[in-house]
Nanobody, 115 residues
């Protein structure tokens, strides 16, 4: 059974830091997306292949994604937070099955950054 449990969201002032965590079972956590208003989720950071990373331009140099393969967890360290980082952050996971890749999403964790 696939399960993704996110934690670490909260409220901070601009310039502050937060670390999001995603504990996965039955799948492999691969990245973080965020959503403000509207249905579209924006890529924040993604681990591609064995260890390559992709970041949104808006978070480069401030956010760091990392994965603990043994524990099957994913983290997102967010530094120098800005009010425009306020969003619901979702853990994204993907697992390979006999019929193709299956995507999964966490329940989301709210991040609020005040000016």
């Amino acid at each position: 059974q696939v399960q993704l449990v996110e934690s670490g969201g909260g409220s901070v002032h601009a310039g502050g830091s937060l670390t999001l965590s995603c504990a996965a079972s039955g799948t492999i956590p691969r990245g973080w997306y965020r959503q403000t208003t509207g249905p579209k989720r924006e890529l924040v950071a993604l681990i591609v292949g064995s260890n390559s990373t992709v970041y949104a331009e808006s978070v480069k140099g401030r956010f760091t994604i990392s994965r603990d393969r043994a524990a099957n967890t994913l983290s997102l360290r967010m530094n120098s937070l800005k009010p425009e980082d306020t969003a619901v952050y979702y853990c994204y996971a993907q697992r390979r099955t006999g019929t193709g890749d299956v995507d999964s999403w966490g329940q989301g964790t709210q991040v609020n950054v005040s000016s």
